[in-house]
């Protein structure tokens, strides 16, 4: 792999920042805005809330944590699904990323984030993290429209568009198979899984040529660095 990577586009969610740390910071929230309404042990609702969390998924964790505490209504989850939205992320970036988009950005690498999620809560995430002084472009795919969130391409093309880089010259780097590569793969990109330690998305039908543990293995994948 040589220097014909001019430009390298990022996942957010669990590739940069570790996404649990957003929930943890939105329970918490949340958690406030009960607490501040109803005569309820706020430490005891939100291990309820991780209980139900770890055991059962994010679905449904405002309705049985509620329930529990004798708390549910439907108007109440709705208010609380705001909250979570809405609030301030108390999030930072995995400890490698600063170095290595430094390091990309030293050597005239573009740098650009692909982002699903809704279009306010990723921007709050963003805000949160300094990424916006860090990488070149960001694109939030819920602005293109639902048809267009990953693996649909169109982000994709957007981002390098703006970049003015081709897809043949270009690397997404992600941590999610079952959405993350498929889009990259098709127009040309080169797509690199992202595998940490504590990312426990399972591999499944990994579309992705190129699979890392740790950030800084970029920097040795496309040569900017010897050892």
Known sequence: MTGYIKAVLFDLDDTLYD???FVISGFRAVVAYVADRFPVDEQGIFLTMMEVLSTEGRGKVFDKALDRYGLYSPALVEELVGVYRSHQPQITLYPDVIPVLATLK??????GIVTDGLHSVQKRKIEALGLEGLVD????????????WKPDPTGFLHALERLAVQPTEAAYVGNDPSKDFAGPKAIGMLP?????NDNLIEETDCEAEVHITELAELLQLFNLIHH
């Open 19 to 21: 996404e649990r740390t």
């Open 106 to 111: 030293e050597y005239g690498v573009k740098l």
């Open 137 to 148: 472009v960001i694109v939030y795919t819920d602005e293109l429209g639902p048809n267009h």
């Open 192 to 196: 690199v899984h992202l595998k940490r």
